[in-house]
């Protein structure tokens, strides 16, 4: 009996020390590195909003996560955490004992490991630093690795690094995060209902997420609640109303991008800007983009793409030839091949407000998912005749006015091209010509000749001279500047036509108002302006552009309710679509064509292509924002004339044109 007793008591001693034994073997050889969670930076996911706050998209690398600090966890979701997981944790030093031997006699009983006692701070650590396999050593580890971090930090600043790091189910990190993600709520607006979902997670996340198991969730939840009850944590009415309220719960992509365009380019803007964190930095952004509005300049573009197809339809169903172009000696055809599916056809979009430059739309092409390459800022294309304003602005701006005559007649140009003497003769779209005709007319109708003869007149050196104001780049110093042979992407051409939808004076465009990182301010948008010409100058440009929209090219561009200008742009033989335009506070460029820079059917003109979808755009602008300016203001110093019963506006520079005058033969006398 007596042996019996002895080795009952020495295998119960034994049992004792076994596990300070244990712990005692594994401090001694090896490494216990708490510096992990010790200075705990992890990576965080970066939001970017439109102007008004709205999210448009999560950018993150490998794991979703808001990072929340301790004050802005609410005092409640703490308590639900500590009433399902670890009612003790204030108390203990990072191992809640009895927990561990009740867990030690259950798995005895069972023969096998069925039941944790992991504390919050363990589970902590064998998310961040272990591995979850149940096996004697890694809980050991667990044990030494949890003390030492309670000895490192103090209890709040666990649960912080917890309520941070801790998946969430759906692919959120972090309380906050999936406070986000489900509810679509900040952590401060959460009922006590959502705050129990939310600790009832870590356990089994993909068992208790809300979007894939609801009921399950809403169990664990009330179980959560329950807890906070029976320890007298909550009262009764509490209890009873969370138990009963059963919240929305929302099934989002992590991404939840709406402008996968403007992210691309935020993306970039911040790379050129020497940021190269931005899917781990936990950086805030604010663009100057209005969702609304992105959306609908992606419907119009569509809209117009699609309208274009079955044109291309129907043209090969009449037995319409796609290309009309020839070369001299008459023997083929060089237009396109048809392309009645629009596989090679794409269009951009980018709208602007004329006075802040603030891009409030951009759209990069058709469609995003069959391609990313964003034409709207990387895109370099000729103008064609969109261009035409700046030459025709120069012109006011030298004296002349819309009732200035110009020559509108052919003429061939000779010029040497490598060595060879060549011969060039520009002809109007329409083939034919005016002999003279207005300067509102000859923009109005988009005349070629009459604009090749009105640079001459100016002089060539002059107006690249004059264009210098603009800012305009690359500028190629012939005569097919006149034609607009020079390249830019829609972007560019948007912040340079702010210099007559902003009244004479450039705004350079802005995509991003702030950058925000930890509540600092890391970037915040500045205006930069130029003047280019006086209000009435660029006064009298717009009433030419309102005649192109009236009764020009443009008409298709035309929009009920709301003073339009605007000018078409064609490239030779329609290798570029254009329509560049603006009201009194927007404006807004739209480009089609064919990505491999062949030509695109002979009927689709930029005022047909393009003009729809700037029309449709303003449409439903007006819808959402029926409160913008719809008149163009009219500027001190201008003078309205009646010439030919059309109104003509002049100015101290444009002035009117002499009348010959009769005088009776007595003033005669009597002067």
């Known amino acids: 009996m007596k042996i019996v007793t002895k080795t009952f008591f020495t295998l119960l001693i034994l049992g004792f020390i076994a596990p300070f034994a244990a712990i005692m073997y594994y401090l001694v050889n090896y490494e216990f590195d708490i510096s992990e969670l010790v200075e705990y930076k992890p990576a965080m996911s970066s939001r970017v909003y439109d102007r008004n706050g709205e999210k448009i998209a999560n950018i993150f690398d490998e794991k979703h996560r808001y990072y929340a600090s301790f004050n802005e966890i609410p005092p409640r979701a703490v308590e639900a955490l500590l009433a399902i997981e670890d009612t003790t944790f204030f108390e203990h030093p990072g191992v809640n004992l009895d927990a561990i031997f009740r867990a030690i006699i259950k798995d005895i009983k069972a023969g096998k490991m069925v039941e944790g006692a992991s504390t919050i701070t363990q589970q902590l650590v064998k998310n961040k630093l272990l591995t979850r396999e149940k096996k004697i050593s890694r809980k050991i580890k667990e044990l030494i690795y949890s003390m030492r971090l309670e000895l490192a930090l103090s209890k709040e600043e666990i649960l912080e690094r917890y309520l941070n790091e801790i998946y969430f189910g759906h692919g959120y990190y972090g309380i906050k995060t999936a406070a986000d993600g489900y509810f679509h709520k900040e952590l401060n607006n959460l009922t006590l209902k959502e705050m129990a979902i939310l600790v009832g997670l870590p356990k089994a996340p993909s068992t208790y997420a809300p979007t894939k198991n609801y009921d399950i969730s809403m169990g664990r939840a009330n179980r959560v609640i329950s807890r906070m009850y029976a320890l007298g944590w909550i009262d009764e009415n509490t209890y009873n109303n969370s138990l009963n309220e059963n919240p929305i719960v929302y099934d989002d992509t992590l991404t939840q991008n709406k402008a996968p365009f403007v992210v691309d380019e935020v993306a970039r803007i911040m790379r050129d800007m020497g940021i190269e964190d931005f899917k781990t930095g936990g950086y805030e952004v604010h663009t100057t983009i209005d969702l609304r509005l992105q959306e609908a300049a992606r419907e119009s573009l569509k809209y117009a793409y699609d309208a274009s197809i079955k044109r291309l339809q129907e043209y090969a169903k009449q037995g319409i030839r796609y290309g009309s172009y020839k070369p001299a000696n008459d023997e083929e055809d060089v237009g396109g091949t048809d392309d009645t599916n629009g596989t090679r056809l794409n269009g951009a979009m980018v709208s602007i407000d004329s006075q802040t430059g603030d891009v409030l739309a951009l759209i990069g092409s058709v469609d995003y998912e069959k391609s990313q390459f964003n034409r ?208 009194p506070s927007i404006e807004t460029v739209v480009w089609f064509g064919n990505d491999d820079n062949s030509p695109m059917h002979r009927k689709e003109t930029g005022g047909r292509i393009a003009g729809p979808a700037f029309a449709k755009y303003y449409e439903k602008l007006l819808v959402l924002y029926p409160q913008i300016p719809r008149k163009f203001e009219q500027p001190e110093g201008i003078i309205e004339v009646e010439i030919g019963g059309r109104k003509e506006y002049f100015s101290d520079i444009s002035k009117p044109p002499r009348q010959e005058t009769v005088s009776h033969p007595q003033e005669e006398l009597l002067f």
Do not use: C
């Open 376 to 583: 709207a800022t990387q895109g370099k294309r000729q103008p064609g005749s969109s261009f035409k304003p700046f030459i025709y602005q120069v012109a006011l701006n030298l004296g002349y006015s819309g009732a200035s005559e110009l020559v509108d007649i052919a003429q061939t140009y000779t010029y040497k091209q490598n060595g060879e003497e060549k011969k060039w003769q520009p002809k109007n779209y329409s083939g034919g010509y005016n002999g003279l005709i207005s300067l509102r007319e000859a923009l109005t109708h988009s005349n070629n000749l009459a604009t090749i003869n009105l640079v001459n007149e100016i002089g060539l050196s002059q107006l690249i001279q004059e264009f210098k104001k603009f800012n305009i780049k690359d500028m190629p110093n012939d005569l097919s500047i006149s034609l607009g042979t020079l390249s830019m992407s829609p972007l560019e051409l948007a912040k340079y036509y702010t210099s007559f939808s902003n009244a004479g004076v450039q705004v350079e465009t802005n995509l991003i108002s702030t950058i925000e990182k930890n509540s600092n301010t890391l970037y915040e948008k500045t205006q930069t302006t130029t003047e280019v010409t006086k209000p009435t100058q660029a006064y009298i440009l717009t009433t030419i552009l309102q005649d192109v929209v009236e009764r020009g090219t443009g008409r298709n561009a035309r929009v009920n309710g709301i003073e339009i200008a605007g000018k078409t742009g064609t490239t030779n033989n329609n290798v570029d679509g254009w329509f560049v335009g603006f009201s």
